[in-house]
Every structure is written in structure tokens, then in C-alpha cells.
């Protein structure tokens, strides 16, 4: 993507390569833009898997690919959504946000930073390697057993699955830790809690859920490694394994997982709407509230997965009452947003587009999201493209679409040039369209009995056009995306440099130059209230401040490049190789030998980088 | 190592325990661990037999989890300093220590119950 | 591999630098990673209990485990925390001599209880329960297995600080690094004090 808008760095001590610059980069905006673009080619990946999808299903009894490439597709589409594309565009805004927003030089621990940036990209390259040997996954992407079991999955595919995501889990917990320390303790001066921006709280929040929920699945990926690899039984019906230990572990981290989703999209669109609306947010500390009682609850309301395996009465009942409590919190924040907007002064930009765009098609999800809840109508909606069109309703609807939002609100700031308002709403009108065209007719064609994952379906069911219709759909939805790249090329060569404010922002982000310098602040700023910016404003009696000078950053403490955190993604990545090959190819060779290798190698940089020197000056005098 | 001055750490000038308090716990410590063996031993081991034994033993695991809850509390509090350091630090680790209680709770209350469904007993098992 | 990393990795590793709380980032990260770490355990305590008595097929509990030995394994990890806030104490007092000694012995109690669990797999795969014997066997090297992985590391760290201490790297204003590890060191001891009853003493008293 559009990396090298960014200027190199003037400020590191000797002179780098571009490439050795990118490589050993610990500057969260770095971190931040490198996350965003490997992201996005994850992101359209994914889209083409899915638009294979839509022209399969087109039409009644078609063969476009074979029954075990969908499998393929179907499994890699959902994989890739939500692990290697909405997570880590989420993640692209923490990094490049947070720091911003709370007024700190960098994040907590800039070269941890790194290393979940390079272990998040060796472990999407690592999960996509397997295409190139026709054996991608193929279990589904909650890879239920005993489908994911050696003998159901005999090949590499779902080894693939499960020591990526393992790897990908690395990245997550490591970036909770630092994205949480940073939050609680890199505040500027006078930020308590309750004046952060809404986004660093949905962040916050965001981590506590990675932290309390990855290890789950960590422990869940190492048991099926366990079956898989090592000839254990814990989901083995045959030797007294049970399946349901899988669906429990798996739902106990993926329902915070899916908050884990929405919640910095709740953040984005909670900065944008009082931008475009000249007014503050509404009932601020309610936001919080709910946002954080959303997050707990999200860790009581796992087993309504799970209605179909039949837990018994008791268990479905309380965990359909815990699932309906959910709309409440979710409710306070919808009317909140809508509070925010009502009789505001709206300025209709691409980014309020896409926030108001948000509101309307996760309220969507959110109602079917209610229905689901009920445990009888949930064995009558599960499995069947009712439940694709619920949760593309709030995944596609809510987070994509808050992700777009943050993306042309933000990207003045980012890379200095502002998006195009005429392509940037022909992008929103042609996603709004589209997306409504793909799912909507889901709702109907899962109500009379269409099931998920399936390859094919017979004509003759009334099935044909409504699927017809979600292709169309399917199809303008992808064109509008390469709507939004043609606006990031012709933005990129000839956009209008953006000025540092040019929303008329809120939040600090918006005080400093864009692009920021690599010290973000050069005078650390000092906070008084919510909505720093404008309190600045209204203090100075002016609209706009006058634009900030760039300066330079001599004698500011940077965190110094360093090689380490890549080698130890490295090093992560071979011991994973080492036990992906052990399985299938037998012990003919001892491939523990790999993982030993790949372990040492990561010992062995985590060891050189224990004993670095964290940071320098940006002087080039004194050190 | 019976020094009785408080030191301080860190830059922030937040007291500790001291040298002795340390080998208090650690007595502590020492002693409920006997007890629990001893519970062990009474109740099923090479001391049990007894009509003591036999009215202990339906206490055995509550017993067991309240003997190990106090010695998990006089680690996090002593040694890892939690009643002397910010109070953030507790809500952190007492907050997670919930969460993971309540799912192994929950996990086992929803096993045990699959496991009385007569499709458990009768046709998978 | 987190927790190892996370000692020297700070931007503000100027102890003047301001942060929010009135506590250094390192300590709140690892507070942090023990906050996270609490749920791996957690998962694999479950997995454990659930699989306890699934051993129709080779040895159970009662056929293997054994008190007397774990017991001693379990003494030996309560005092290395005692060594180890001793060995803090010595740091932040700028005593090398304490420092050294309270050290050298946890790191001595971190590789006896090692080589205990080691000696305690390799009996037991003798008397016949391997990795896949049962469910009640993989669940059982798996949770001790994770818990043992995390004293090995533990001992690791406690060593190279060891060899920091040696060469007086360790002076009174970066004890922290020392108390970070202990942080960690204490944690994994935790995580054995509910693991011995519900593992070892449970299994065995069942009916």
C-alpha cells in the first residue's frame, strides 16, 4: 500500500536503508502502517475467496471449483476476516492512535510492538503458505472436532489452521499486554481515566477481552495439537475424548473474540460522530459503562454457540437470559450515537457517511443478533444462511464499516494527503448497496432452509435467485472496494496535502503535523478535560489553532531500531515449521530438530535484546 | 535476614514487608502444606481407618481448596507484594482470578450435567 | 516468551520518565501477563478435572501418583519464593552478598523441582502410563508439563539475572528487574499450590 508516502526517517543516527529501516522499526506509526498494509492485502484475499464463494453458489448445481476447494475457501474467507483482516486494521489504528490520542511519544514497550507486528505477519504469510501446496485448511474456521481431527482432516490443512492461529495468538497477547500498560500509564499529564477519548477506551476494553480470552484458545490449539500431532485423544470419541471440550474451549474464547471485533469499532465511529456533528458525546461516562459491561458479560454467553448440541434445559436458559441482557448495554450506546447526532451541526464528510452507515447496519445485526438468542428459534436459525447474514450484518456492517470510517477520517493524519470526498462516497453508496444486496437475501434464503457451508444446492428449492442476488451484491461490494484503492492511488499522486486539522478535530492527533513527526509531540502535551483539542480551541477563543510548526526533535528520547524482535518472530515461526512437518511426514528424520532450531533462535534474540540499550537521543551530538 | 528496616522500591516510596515477616510466611506457608498432606494421609492415606477419618473424609475437598486458598492468598499478598503495592495491581490479578474461577466453575457444572443425560450414559459411552 | 521479553523493553527505561500510575511499566506488564496467564491455567486445570477419571485403559491415579515425592517438590518451590523475596530484599538493600546467596538457592530449588518432575515423568512412563496412555495421562504431562515449561523459563531468567548479580550489575536503583522475575517466579509457585491438591491429593483421595 501506500507505505513510502511516509518520509524516511531523519533521525536515527546513522544512515539505513529504506528497507533496514522498515525492517528494524520500533516507531508505532511505522508499526502502525506496516500492520494496515499487510492487513489489507489480507483483507482483499479474503474478498476474492468470498466472491469465488458468491460465483459458486450463483446458480443451482454449479460446478465452478471442486466440493474440496469451497471447503478451502469457505474455512480461509472466515480465518482471514477475522484473524489477518479486521483484528489487525484494528490494530493499525491502536498502534498509530493510541499513542497519539493519549499524548505519548510511543507505546509502552516500542520493540515488543514490533514483535507482534512481524510474528502477525509470518503467521498470516504461514496460513496462506498452504495454497501454494493446494492443501489450505478446510474445517471451518472454528475448526470443530472431531472434523479437525487427524482422521477426519488426514492432511496438512488443518495443521496449517492450528499452529497459525497459535502463532497469530502470540502477536495478540504480546500487543494486549503493551496496548494495556500503555493506555493505564503513558497518559499525558492530567488525562485521567475518565477524559479519554471514547477510542482508547474501546481499546482498553478491547485488550482486557485478547488478554482473558487468547489463552483459552491457546490452551484449545494445544490439546488439538496434542491429537493431532502427538497421538493424544482430547476430543477422540473413541478413546473416551469428548468433542464438546473443543466447542466449549473454542466458544469461551471466540464470543469475547467477536466483541474483540466490535468493540474498536464502537471506539471509531464514538470519535467521528461528535467531529461531524460539533458536539460532544453523548453521555460520555454511559458510553464507558456499557462499553465495559458489554466486555463482561461477553465472557457469560458462550454456550449460546452451542443451543444445537443440546447442554439440556437449564443450561440453555441461562445462557439465552445472559445473551438478551447484551442488548441492553448495546442498546444505551445506539442511543447515545443517535443522541450525538440530534440536532447536531452535521458535516456531511465520506467518514460521517460511513459512521451513520454503521449505526443502521449493526442495529440490522444486532436484531438477529436478539432472535439468536432464543434458544428454540436459534435450532431453527442455526447452521443456515440466516446466522452468514446475522453476523455479516455486524462484522461487515458494523466493524468493516467503522474500519472505512476510521480509514477516511484518519488517513489525513496518517500519510498527509486528504482522500477524495466524490470517490470516497461513491465507495460508501457502492458498499452500502452492495453489502445490503449480498446479505439481506440471506435472511430469506437461511429462513427457508438454506445451510451454511454448503457446496451446492439443488434447483427447484426457490433458492436460485435469491443466491443470484446476493452474487450481484457480492460483486458490487468488491467493485467498491477497488473504488477506495483507485482513491488511495490518485489521492497518493496528486491528493491535496492535508493540513494538521482538517476535521476540525477533538483529540490531540489532530494538534501536531501531518504526517506526525516521529516523536509525535514535541512539547508533551497537558490535559484539562474531555475533548482536549476543543477545550484548546475554546480556551484560545479561536475555531482552528494555527498550523503547528515541524520542528526539530533534538534531545528527545526515541526508542533506539533494533533487529531482535524480527529475529525472534523468526524464530517462532521455525519452531512452528519444525512441528507442522513432524506430523505428516513421519519420523524418519528427526524434525525436532527444527523446532529446536526455530526455539533457539528465538532464545537467542530475546536474550541479545534483553541486553540492548532501549533508547537514544535524536541529538546527533551528545549521547 | 531478620533486619526489621522497611525498605522502599522503586521511586515511588511504597513500604515492604520486612526480612522477618518473610520468614513468618514462609513458616506459614510451610505449615499448611503438612496439613494439607496430613488431611491427605488422615482421610485416605496410611492414617486413615478411623472413625475420624471416615467424618472428615466427605470434607476432604472443601477442606483441601480453603487450606490452598489461604496459602495462594499469603503468596500474592506477601510475597508478590499485592497489599503493599497500588491497589490497581490486586483488581488486575483478582479480576482475572474471577473470570478464570467462574469458567472452570461453569465448564464443570455444564460437564458434570451433560454427563447425567441418559444419551452420555446410554449411546455414547 | 513474553514474559522473557519484557525486562529491559521500555521506552521509559529512564526511571524518571512520568507514566500515569504510580508504577513502572514493566511491573504493571507483567502484572498484566499474570493477569492472562491466569486463563491458560485455567483452561488446563478444567481440561484436567474434566479427564480425570477417563482411564478404562492403563493406569489411573491411584496406580502412579505418589505423595512423598511431590510433597518434596512442592516444599522446595514454597521456599524458592521465600529465597527469592529474601533475595530481592538484598538488592534493594544494595547487599551483593545476600543478593548472591538467596539467589544461587532459588535458582538451585528452580532446577531441583525440574529435575523432579523429570524423574517423576520418566517413573511413571516405567510403569507403564506414556503421553497417549489414557486421557487421565495426556491431561495429567499436559498441565504439569505447561507448569514445568514455565519453571524451566523461570529458572532461565533467574539465572542470567544470577550472572548479572555476579558481576554487580544489579545495584539497588534496578533491583526491579530482579522484582519483575520474582513476580513471574511467584506466579508459577501459585499455580502449583492449587495444582497439588486438585491434581495429586484429589486424584488420590477420590473414591
Redesign the interface.
Known sequence: MATTVLEPAHATTAKRSVLVEWLTTVDHKRVGILYGASAFIFFLMGGIEAEIIRLQLMKPDNHLVSPEFYNQLFTMHGTTMIFLAVMPISAMFFNFFVPLLIGARDVAFPRLNAMSLWVFILGGLFINFSFLLNSAPNGGWFGYAPLSSREYSPGVNMDFWMLGLQILGIASLAAGVNFFTTILNMRAKGMTLMRMPMFVWSVLVTQVLVLLAFPVITVALILLMADRIYGASFFELKAAGDPMLWQHLFWVFGHPEVYILILPAFGIVSEILPVFSRKPLFGYSAMVFSMAFIAFLGFGVWSHHMFATGMGPLADSFFSLATMLIAIPTGVKIFNWIGTIWGGSLQFKTPLYFALGFIAMFIMGGLSGVMHAVAPADLQQTDSYFVVAHFHYVLFGGSIFALAAGAYYWWPKMFGRVLNETLGKTHFWLMLIGFNLTFFPMHFSGLLGMPRRIYTYPAGLGLGWLNLLSTVGALILGFSFLVFIYNIITTWRSGEPAPADPWGGATLEWSIPSPPQEWNFAVEPEVHEKDALWAMKRAAGVRMLPEPPRVSGQGIHLPSPSWWPLFTAIGLLVFMVGILVRGPVSHAFPFGLISAAGFAIAAFSIFKWSYEPPDHHTSHIAH | MSDTVAVVHDSHDIPHATGSKYVQIACILFVLTALEVLLYEVCFGHLSGSSFSASLAPHFVSVLLILSAMKFWFVAMFYMHLKFDIKILSWLFGFSLMIASVVILALFVLFTYNRTLWWWNGAWH | ??A????????????E?????????R???I?????????????????F???RD?H?TGPGPKDVLG?PLV?SG??VL??S??F???AL?GA??GNRKKLLTWLSLTVLCGLFFAGMQVYEFTHFVRDGMG??T??FA??FF?LTG?HGTHVAIGTLWLA?LLKDAWKGRIPPEK??NL?IA??YW??V??VW??I???VY??S??HK
Not at chain 3, 521479553?5 to 529512564?14: G, I, K, R, V
Not at chain 3, 493477569?35 to 491455567?41: A, K, T, Y
Open positions: 516468551m513474553t522473557a521479553a519484557l525486562p529491559h523493553d521500555s521506552a521509559s527505561a529512564h526511571e520518565h512520568h507514566t500515569s500510575l504510580p508504577v513502572n511499566n511491573k504493571l506488564a502484572w498484566t501477563f499474570i493477569g492472562s496467564e491466569c486463563m491458560f491455567f485455567a483452561s488446563l486445570i478444567t481440561t478435572v474434566i479427564y477417563s478404562a505423595v510433597t512442592t516444599a514454597l521456599f519464593s521465600f527469592v523475596v529474601m530484599n534493594q538493600q503421553y497417549t489414557n486421557l495426556t491431561s499436559t505447561f542470567t533491583s526491579l522484582e520474582a513476580l511467584h506466579f509457585d501459585v499450590i492449587i497439588f491438591p486438585v491429593l484429589m488420590l483421595g
